[in-house]
Every structure is written in C-alpha cells, then in structure tokens.
C-alpha cells in the first residue's frame, strides 16, 4: 500500500492551500483516512480524520480554518486549508487505516511520504 500526499508549499500569513493524497495498492478497504503533522522539534500531532462512514475529527488549532474531504470510490482524501497561520508551518502526513484483504481483519495504518507546509511573510 502506498500514499502519495501533493500539495504543499510556501504561503503567506491568511493564504489557503490544499493538500491530497491518494492511496494505491493492495487495498480491500480503508476506515479512516486522514492528516498528521509535525513540526521541527515537536511529536507528530493530529490534524484531522475522516472515518468511511463517521464524522470527522479536527484539532481544536485548526477547527474552522481547515476542512478534510475524502472519496471513498477514489481511495483519496484531502486537506483544504484556509487562514493558513505561521504555526501551521509543518510537514503535513496523511494517513490510511487500511485493511488488505478480504481474508483479513487486521487492519494497518500507512503513512504518505508527508508534504512541507510553510507559513511566512
């Protein structure tokens, strides 16, 4: 299974960006997708989650300025973020809880190769 996250870059105080990412290969189904960051000295955080048939979860940092959609058919899940602030600087991860096959009820979380955001005048 792999994640390929686009979308990130340089953006001014008050700027918008959208982050995507598509999951791809041995995929029976997929729970809950969604995005994590991490900023330079700090631990990997929550930034939001989507489950297939659930209601999302956002950190509070971000509630109202951020909004993640997904499409189940398409196996991709994104990040629209607006009022972009410098504390949003980081790289950003999406994520996949990702079960491989029929036969299976394990189910694996994947990582995309994570996608730097910066927030600066």
């Known amino acids: 299974v792999q994640l390929q996250a686009s979308g990130g870059g340089l953006v001014q105080p008050g700027g918008s960006l959208r982050l995507s990412c598509a999951a791809s290969?041995?995929?029976?189904?997929?729970?809950?997708m969604g995005w994590y960051r991490q900023a330079p000295g700090k631990q990997r955080e929550l930034v939001a989650t989507?489950?297939?048939?659930?209601?999302?979860n956002y950190a509070d940092s971000v509630k109202g300025r951020f909004t993640i959609s997904r499409d189940t058919a398409k196996d991709t899940v994104s990040l629209q973020m607006n009022s972009l602030k410098p504390e949003d600087t980081a790289v950003y991860y999406c994520?996949?809880?990702?079960?491989?096959?029929?036969?299976?009820?394990?189910?694996?979380?994947?990582w995309g190769q994570g996608t730097q955001v910066t927030v600066s005048s």
């Open positions: 994520s996949a809880d990702v079960r491989t096959t029929r036969a299976s009820s394990t189910w694996f979380r994947y």
């Open positions: 989507m489950p297939s048939g659930g209601s999302t």
């Open positions: 290969g041995s995929i029976f189904s997929i729970n809950v």
